[in-house]
C-alpha cells in the first residue's frame, strides 16, 4: 500500500491503516530504503481521505534498532547519498509533525536511533514491559537531528533531555511513562494501540484531526526552532573522524 518498499509494510483495516517496520532480521534497523520509505509515508496518509488512525509497530523482537551500520558506513563515503538522507530526515520529522491522523506507537521492543524518533513524533504511545527507547547519536559521532533533542524538551525537562540526548542511556518502559516519553505499559502493545486508535476513530473527525493539528502547532513551531541547524550539524558529524572510526569498529564487530 502506498507503493512502499519491502522495508514498510502498510495495510488497510477499514479506515485504520497499521504501518510495520518490516526488517525484522535486522531487527529493524534503519537502511536507505526505510528511509526513503518513511520520508514519503506521512504526506501518502495525509493524502489518503479514507484513513482515520494509523498504528505504527515493528515486526519481529524489535521496534526499530536505529541506524543500520551498513546504512552508515555508506553515509560516511557517499556525498550524495550524505544529502538525498539529511533531505529525508528533515521530511520524516515534519511529515510526522504535520500528519493529518493521530499516529499511535506500539513500541513492541527496543527503539533506538531514529525509532525513538518515531515514538517521541507519535501522537499516543504503548510500550511493551521489557521494551525501552534510547538515542545513541552522540555515542556513534553523530548530531541527533531527527532525534530526541528535537521533541524531548516538550515532553521532559530540559536537563533530563541533555542527560538522556549526550549519553544515550537506556530509558526503561516504566521510566518512559514516568517521565511523559510512553502513555502506558503494556504486554501486548500492538492490540492496545489498535484498541485506542479504534476508540478514536468512532468520534467526529473533523474534531479529532483539529484537535492534533492545535496541538502539533506547538511540537511543529519547536521543531523548526532547531531542525535546520540540528540537520546541518549532522550532515558535518558524517564526515568527521570520529564518526567514521567508530562505524568502522561497529561493522568489524558484526563481522
Not at 149 to 154: K, S
Request: hydrophobic residues 50%; aromatic residues 6%.
Amino acid at each position: 500500500m502506498y507503493d512502499m518498499p519491502s522495508e514498510i509494510d502498510v495495510r488497510a483495516e477499514g479506515a485504520l491503516r497499521i504501518i510495520t517496520l518490516n526488517r525484522p532480521d535486522d531487527l529493524n534497523a534503519v537502511n536507505d530504503s526505510l528511509h526513503v520509505g518513511l520520508a514519503r509515508l506521512w504526506q501518502r496518509l495525509t493524502d489518503d481521505a479514507s484513513a482515520r488512525a494509523a498504528v505504527i509497530t515493528g515486526s519481529g523482537k524489535a521496534f526499530s534498532a536505529g541506524g543500520d551500520f551498513a546504512y552508515l558506513a555508506e553515509l560516511a563515503e557517499d556525498a550524495a547519498l550524505r544529502a538525498k538522507t539529511i533531505r529525508d530526515g528533515r521530511e520524516i520529522v515534519l511529515g510526522m509533525a504535520r500528519c493529518r491522523i493521530p499516529v499511535i506507537a506500539a513500541v513492541n521492543g527496543p527503539a533506538v536511533g531514529l525509532g525513538c524518533s518515531l515514538v517521541a513524533l507519535s501522537d499516543i504511545v504503548f510500550i511493551a514491559p521489557d521494551a525501552f527507547l534510547a538515542d545513541p547519536h552522540v555515542q556513534v559521532g553523530l548530531v541527533a537531528a531527527d532525534g530526541g533533542p528535537l521533541t524531548w524538551p516538550l515532553h521532559i525537562s530540559l536537563l533530563l533531555a541533555k542527560e538522556y540526548a549526550l549519553t544515550g542511556t537506556r530509558i526503561r518502559a516504566q521510566r518512559a511513562v514516568e517521565l511523559g516519553l510512553a502513555n502506558h505499559v503494556a504486554d501486548d502493545p500492538f492490540a492496545a494501540a489498535v484498541e485506542c486508535a479504534k476508540k478514536i476513530m468512532e468520534l467526529p473527525q473533523q474534531a479529532v484531526e483539529s484537535t492534533k493539528r492545535v496541538l502539533n502547532i506547538h511540537l511543529e513551531r519547536a521543531v523548526l526552532a532547531s531542525l535546520d541547524y540540528a540537520l546541518s550539524a549532522e550532515h558535518q558529524s558524517f564526515v568527521t573522524e570520529d564518526f567514521r572510526a567508530i562505524v568502522s569498529k561497529l561493522n568489524a564487530g558484526k563481522n
